[in-house]
């Protein structure tokens, strides 16, 4: 079955791309990540997915568009909500991707971090199948967190700090926040 995986980053999409192709899918990777704060952050995680694709000979989709803007806009005053706002936003995009050219099924690399909040990705993405009338194909690939860590760490790729938007920036590196409850 031909599936587009919503790629986070490469070391994220290590463990599911070795998962679902063990298990028989045809993978097309989708670069989607208007989240990505800064620039240089999004600049490295893409080249670092490019490269690692490269090297595994998996099929890549690109928008190369910085949308740091439109994604701010949505985000800004809804900061409880950001994550939320964040899986809607690129998860549509890759839904209607699918949809549109043909795919079977799409997935994300997001079911693979232990940071993200499964059942909301689960929820999001069901109903966005719902929609795009394709099929959401779901793996808990936070089985393989610990597999995804250390390859990626063997094969020296770049590991982001945080998960990418400014405000996970800013929680990564600002420890008063761990104290205030401000999201």
Request: some cysteine.
């Amino acid at each position: 079955m031909n599936t587009l995986l919503h790629v986070c980053c490469g070391p994220c999409s290590v463990y599911p791309v070795e998962k679902l192709r063990l298990e028989g899918f045809d993978i097309t990777g989708y670069f989607f990540n208007p989240n990505i704060h800064p620039f240089r952050e999004f600049k490295k995680r893409l080249d670092t997915l490019v490269s690692y694709a490269d090297e595994i000979n998996l099929p890549l989709i690109v928008e190369n568009k910085y949308g740091l803007v439109d994604f701010v806009r949505k985000a800004a005053f809804n900061e409880k909500r950001k994550c939320t706002i964040c899986y809607l936003t690129r998860l549509e995009e890759t839904a209607r991707k699918a949809s549109a050219k043909g795919f079977k099924s799409f997935s994300t690399t997001l079911l693979y971090s232990k940071y993200q909040n499964h059942n909301l990705l689960i929820k999001t993405c069901e109903l966005l199948g719902k929609k795009y009338n394709v099929e959401f194909l779901y793996r808990d690939f936070r089985e393989g967190w610990k597999q995804g860590i250390e390859k990626s760490i063997d094969m020296k790729m770049y590991r982001q700090p945080y998960c990418g938007c400014i405000y996970s920036e800013q929680e990564r590196y600002d420890k008063s926040l761990k104290y205030n409850n401000i999201y």
